[in-house]
Nanobody
């Protein structure tokens, strides 16, 4: 199983980026997908998750209204559209897969992780 995240980069505050995470080797549409991030010197934190069919989403309060998670089960890909980026969004972003969204909300039982993609927001 592989989760490959990409799309990170350097962007000015107020700008946008779209992250992608492509999965292989797992029944993609059976899994909830989501994103975590880890800023320098801080613990990894939950950002957002989406249910297996895209019908349910959840966001941490600090990104609500700015970030949008979506998925394309035909392409085995989950996306994270990040708008109105702030300096505090600077982090390495990791995608992950779990059987339910509860795995993300509890940060427990997540089965697979991607390698991370770095996002730097200049202020």
């Amino acid at each position: 199983v592989q989760l490959q995240a990409f799309g990170g980069g350097l962007v000015q505050a107020g700008g946008s980026l779209r992250l992608s995470c492509v999965a292989s080797g797992l029944p993609f549409s059976d899994y909830a997908l989501g994103w975590f991030r880890q800023a320098p010197g801080k613990e990894r934190e939950y950002v957002t998750a989406i249910s297996w069919d895209g019908g349910s989403t959840d966001y941490v309060s600090t990104v609500k209204g700015r970030f949008t998670i979506s998925r394309d089960n035909a392409k085995n890909t989950v996306y994270l559209q990040m708008n109105s980026l702030k300096h505090e969004d600077t982090a390495v972003y990791y995608c992950a897969a779990g059987i339910t969204m509860g795995n993300f909300l509890k940060n427990s039982g997540l089965e697979y992780w991607g390698q991370g993609t770095e996002v730097t927001v200049s202020s």
